[in-house]
């Protein structure tokens, strides 16, 4: 707290940060019913916070979201925070509102690896935090462990003697318990809003700075326009006040407040002053990014920028050149996923995008294979229609050396999976640094390998340990660049004909490796129907009938019954192309195509490269 400096007590601001699947959000649900947001019978839905489809439909938090719940009639701000690394971009700037933090932890799990990473921004960002051991009813629980775990989490992340002197709970929060002691008995959550109340420090501001807010997240509303969301640092504002918006540099941009408004629960509320301290939402500026801050005109002074870290992933996104073009996305042209790529960016701060010589194609830059994939996944479901690469990591160059992305991967598998694991990460050049065998039938394996290792090989993991293995990886740094390895072991096989996949073809090219389509799928020139058993590709005829003649056979024909074909989910596609190959995005498909769809020119472009290896 500086010298001269209030606080506002009516207010708390409290992140929630916890791993994937530690139930954050459950949590979050139930402070909302026993905060008393609901009257009595209201029905009310599960997740509130999980507001977007895809959220719902991956039981996981991709957005940062904002709330608050009011108890003993002091409203507290509760700040929502995804779980998985590749959002951390959603993580750093919700932390830039928040004064304290919660951190869940599984009680059988433990803390687990993007634990490590949000907590490390936390201290990073000199937050206090609040530890709940949550789901203690798990029949293997073992709450005593993991709260050892994470002591020895805190002073391996260099947490300071104030920070290590933390409050600790246990939870059962799909329940709505919260207590002290393991053999309390208690039905409610009394005790948590207790202590984020009486232990967890309120805002703190200077009374005689000028109003400040510095701008953490962007919205937009089709009555009010652009809508700047944050915390307001100093001073307050009224509507109708006239501003000014500090940008890059030091820019400035007259701006005059048309609306102020405040959480109230889950919904905004229109108010008429703003607090110091508090988390707004102010419409009346169009022009408007992440990191600035909001001031007063006669006192302009701009707050610390949001910094994230730089993306270690890029993926090329380009317009569809494909003969199905236009037929199932209303937005095709790449005027229009520009737009939208560059929105992205406004509202995403670990986004960047490149234009390429190229006008139809882009280079999206982000943390990792999944935040592209759901961004990819959000824009098919905005009617757009796209084409992107294989995801690739961004390596840096120092002193004429090649470093590329090195991540910490911690493997938990059964004992009888551990060969085929140790196996194909060594392949994948990655170095085991720890294993531990407890003798109960599964192992932990600890590894250092290269980010680029691991795009694709998460799907091969689940099929290798017959879907009870759980791998988790964070960002440990960079280093030299440790060679190369094989992707893929087997080639494509490419439809040479625009047309429909016969049931006939289909059958007998089943003997040739896996395929992709049923019959009665359109196809075309270039378009990847399947998987060869080979290393190269192959050229075929997937809309051959049989031929037809007057002679009769002296028994009957076999009927044609083709092998039925699981379809390819957008991330498995993505982890499936080759450097050559491209996934087309629909609205209503996936397919797999060549990047030179025509078979001549794709042949010729194979043979100058083989002929110019030959000669190096």
């Given at each position: 707290m500086k010298k001269n400096s209030a606080v506002n007590d009516k207010l708390r601001n409290v992140a929630i940060i916890a791993h994937v699947d530690h139930g954050k959000t459950t949590l979050v649900d139930a402070m909302f019913k026993q905060s008393g947001m609901f009257r009595e019978g209201q029905a009310v839905d599960d997740r509130l916070m999980d507001s977007m489809d895809l959220e719902r439909e991956r039981g996981i938090t991709i957005a940062a979201k904002n709330c608050s719940v009011t108890c003993n009639g002091i409203k507290i701000n509760i700040i929502d925070t995804p779980g998985h690394a590749d959002f951390g971009g959603e993580v750093e700037r919700a932390l830039s509102m928040a004064d304290s933090a919660i951190l869940l932890v599984d009680a059988s799990e433990g803390?687990?690896?993007?634990?490590?990473?949000?907590?490390?921004?936390?201290?990073?960002?000199?937050?206090?935090?609040?530890?709940?051991?949550?789901?203690?009813?798990?029949?293997?629980?073992?709450?005593?462990?993991?709260?050892?775990?994470?002591?020895?989490?805190?002073?391996?992340?260099?947490?300071?003697?104030?920070?290590?002197?933390?409050?600790?709970?246990?939870?059962?929060?799909?329940?709505?318990?919260?207590?002290?002691?393991?053999?309390?008995?208690?039905?409610?959550?009394?005790?948590?809003?207790?202590?984020?109340?009486?232990?967890?420090?309120?805002?703190?501001?200077?009374?005689?700075?000028?109003?400040?807010?510095?701008?953490?997240?962007?919205?937009?509303?089709?009555?009010?326009?652009?809508?700047?969301?944050?915390k307001v640092f100093n001073g307050s504002a009224a509507s109708n006040a006239s501003l000014v918006c500090m940008g890059e540099n030091d820019t400035q941009k007259q701006l005059k407040v048309s609306k102020l408004q405040s959480y109230d629960g889950i919904?905004?509320?229109?108010?008429?002053?703003?607090?110091?301290?508090?988390?707004?939402?102010?419409?009346?500026?169009?022009?408007?990014?992440?990191?600035?801050?909001?001031?007063?005109?006669?006192?302009?002074?701009?707050?610390?920028?949001?910094?994230?870290?730089?993306?270690?992933?890029?993926?090329?996104?380009?317009?569809?050149?494909?003969?199905?073009?236009?037929?199932?996305?209303?937005?095709?042209?790449?005027?229009?996923?520009?737009?939208?790529?560059?929105?992205?960016?406004?509202?995403?701060?670990?986004?960047?995008?490149?234009?390429?010589?190229?006008?139809?194609?882009?280079?999206?830059?982000?943390?990792?294979?999944?935040?592209?994939a759901i961004l990819i996944e959000t824009m098919r479901r905005e009617d757009f229609e796209v084409c992107v690469g294989r995801p690739r990591v961004i390596y840096r160059e120092e002193n004429g050396q090649?470093?590329?992305?090195?991540?910490?991967?911690?493997?938990?598998?059964?004992?009888?999976?551990?060969?085929?694991?140790?196996?194909?990460?060594?392949?994948?050049?990655?170095?085991?640094?720890?294993?531990?065998?407890?003798?109960?039938?599964?192992?932990?394996?600890?590894?250092?390998?290269?980010?680029?290792?691991?795009?694709?090989?998460?799907?091969?993991?689940?099929?290798?340990?017959?879907?009870?293995?759980?791998?988790?990886?964070?960002?440990?740094?960079?280093?030299?660049?440790?060679?190369?390895?094989?992707?893929?072991?087997?080639g494509s096989i490419v439809c040479d004909r625009q047309g429909k996949a016969v049931p006939y073809a289909l059958f007998n090219l089943e003997p040739r490796g896996r395929l992709l389509i049923s019959p009665g799928t359109p196809v075309y020139e270039g378009m990847v129907i399947g998987e060869h058993n080979r290393h190269s590709d192959i050229d075929v005829n997937a809309c051959k009938e049989k031929k037809l003649t007057n002679m009769r056979a002296s028994g009957k024909d076999d009927a044609t019954t083709c092998s039925p074909v699981k379809p390819m989910t957008l991330e498995e596609a993505i982890h499936f192309i080759r450097d050559d190959e491209m996934v087309e995005v629909t609205p209503s498909s996936i397919r797999i195509r060549k990047v030179e769809l025509n078979a001549s020119k794709r042949h010729l472009l194979a043979g100058k490269l083989k002929k110019k290896d030959t000669e190096a």
């Open positions: 803390p687990l690896p993007q634990t490590r990473f949000v907590l490390k921004k936390t201290f990073e960002a000199g937050l206090p935090v609040l530890v709940i051991i949550n789901k203690i009813d798990r029949k293997d629980a073992r709450p005593d462990e993991v709260l050892d775990m994470v002591y020895d989490l805190f002073i391996d992340l260099g947490a300071t003697d104030k920070q290590l002197d933390f409050t600790y709970l246990y939870a059962i929060g799909r329940d709505g318990i919260v207590k002290r002691e393991l053999e309390e008995d208690v039905d409610h959550l009394t005790v948590l809003f207790d202590i984020i109340i009486n232990e967890m420090p309120a805002p703190s501001y200077d009374p005689e700075a000028p109003f400040q807010m510095l701008v953490s997240d962007l919205g937009y509303s089709d009555y009010l326009g652009r809508l700047a969301i944050g919904t905004l509320v229109p108010v008429a002053q703003v607090d110091t301290g508090d988390i707004v939402v102010l419409a009346g500026i169009e022009d408007v990014k992440i990191g600035d801050t909001i001031c007063t005109r006669e006192n302009p002074l701009a707050l610390p920028r949001i910094s994230v870290d730089e993306p270690t992933v890029f993926m090329r996104f380009a317009i569809n050149t494909s003969p199905f073009a236009g037929r199932e996305g209303k937005n095709v042209q790449s005027r229009k996923i520009r737009e939208r790529l560059l929105k992205e960016t406004l509202l995403n701060v670990a986004i960047e995008v490149e234009e390429s010589s190229n006008d139809d194609s882009f280079v999206v830059k982000g943390r990792g294979e999944l935040q592209l090649t470093l590329e992305p090195i991540e910490h991967l911690f493997v938990d598998c059964d004992e009888n999976f551990m060969g085929v694991v140790t196996e194909k990460l060594s392949v994948r050049k990655g170095k085991m640094t720890n294993l531990v065998n407890n003798g109960k039938g599964r192992v932990h394996l600890e590894f250092s390998i290269p980010s680029r290792s691991l795009i694709g090989y998460r799907d091969e993991f689940m099929t290798d340990t017959r879907g009870t293995g759980i791998l988790n990886s964070y960002l440990s740094g960079y280093e030299p660049y440790r060679g190369d390895f094989p992707v893929r072991y087997t």
